[in-house]
């Protein structure tokens, strides 16, 4: 069955650096598009990146542009977490879809445990 895991979260100071993995498996992520989401106490999920399986286009919510990038690896999509604000701090998940072009979360069907972020002085 389609099982997403992702992993690296952890605790840094303000500036940092992080690289979030998500292993996907039982299906094909060629098919696919995988999003980058996430959600801090109170808050509802957003969508912070997507990567498509077919053509490896990338889209960035723009809190996040300049300062995160989407990559895939095989079947690990990463997420490379630059100048890491306190703001940042929440639970990060991934997710897919078979549609392209949106980070959305209404359009993800399949989602991760999620793996915590905390960045804090």
């Known amino acids: 069955q389609v099982q997403l895991m992702e992993t690296g979260g952890g605790l840094v100071p303000p500036g940092s650096s992080l690289r979030l993995s998500c292993e996907t498996s039982?299906?094909?992520?060629?098919?696919?598009?995988i999003g980058w989401f996430r959600q801090a106490p109170g808050e509802e999920r957003e969508g912070v990146s997507g990567?498509?399986?077919?053509?490896?286009s990338t889209l960035y919510a723009d809190s996040v542009k300049g300062r995160f990038f989407i990559s895939r690896e095989k079947n690990t999509i990463y997420l490379q977490m630059n100048s890491l604000k306190p703001e940042d701090t929440a639970v990060y998940y991934c997710?897919?879809?078979?549609?392209?072009?949106?980070?959305?979360?209404?359009?993800?069907?399949?989602w991760g445990q999620g793996t915590q972020v905390t960045v804090s002085s």
């Open positions: 990567i498509s399986g077919s053509d490896g």
């Open positions: 039982g299906f094909n992520v060629d098919y696919y598009t």
């Open positions: 997710g897919a879809t078979v549609l392209s072009g949106s980070i959305k979360v209404k359009m993800y069907d399949y």
